[in-house]
């Protein structure tokens, strides 16, 4: 997570999304940065509303604009998907070598997952909270010119950005059958997805 305090803007970090290049591009220019433990580099809405925007309203009334990017729901779940297939995973809890995409996604849909598909929910991550707060600037992770353009205007600097935190690359597709099902059960990370312009 990034916050820029004059700008009031706060950056969360969505897993899987590519915002550790914009974190180690960023992380000069910011005024703070979250980046360990996990739990906190990746707060959700919902804990930047219980601890930090908590902090910036009593300490320095102060409300942050909160900004997120969102990849694609399969694409995403293609990511985590690649990086647990990397080789120091192999016989770990979490690792996917010898489980196939489709039955990755399959599990993923289960109420009860199994260490390797539990790896949250981008529409849960960016739920608008009771009180309101919830994300102000949307961005697809699909488009990256789109996400630099505005911090390079709202933060007034020029991005240079490095590839960090990547998956190996590997060509993965779905199944019609479990693409159909993923979507159906799945549906308000597809029309979340689909409402960000």
């Known amino acids: ?11 969360l970090s969505v897993p899987k999304t590519g915002t550790t290049a ?8 910011a005024d703070m940065v979250i ?9 959700p809405v919902y804990r930047f509303n219980r601890f930090i925007r908590p902090m910036f ?15 694609e729901p399969v694409s995403w779940l293609g990511s985590w998907y ?3 297939q990397r ?7 979490n690792s996917t070598h010898g489980i196939s995409f489709d039955d990755f996604v399959l599990a993923y849909m289960k109420g009860d997952k ?6 949250g929910s981008q529409f849960q991550f960016m739920k608008t909270q009771p009180n309101g707060t919830g994300i102000s600037h949307y961005f697809r992770y699909e488009n990256q010119p789109k996400l630099v353009s505005f911090l390079e205007e709202r933060l007034n600097i020029e991005l240079k950005l490095t590839r960090e935190n990547v998956s190996p690359e590997m060509k993965l597709e779905l199944s019609s059958d479990v693409a159909t099902r993923f979507k159906r059960k799945c549906a ?10």
Do not use: N, W
């Open 1 to 11: 997570m990034l916050v820029f305090y004059k700008e009031r803007l706060a950056f």
């Open 22 to 29: 914009y974190e180690a591009a960023l992380a000069p220019r």
């Open 87 to 93: 080789p120091f995973m192999q016989g770990k809890p």
């Open 82 to 84: 690649r990086y647990r």
């Open 188 to 197: 308000e990370e597809f029309d979340l997805y689909t409402s960000i312009r």
């Open 35 to 43: 980046s360990e433990p996990p739990m906190l580099k990746h707060a």
């Open 57 to 71: 309203e009593r300490v320095c009334d102060v409300e942050l604009e909160l900004m997120a990017v969102m990849r």
């Open 114 to 119: 199994p260490g390797f598909a539990d790896v």
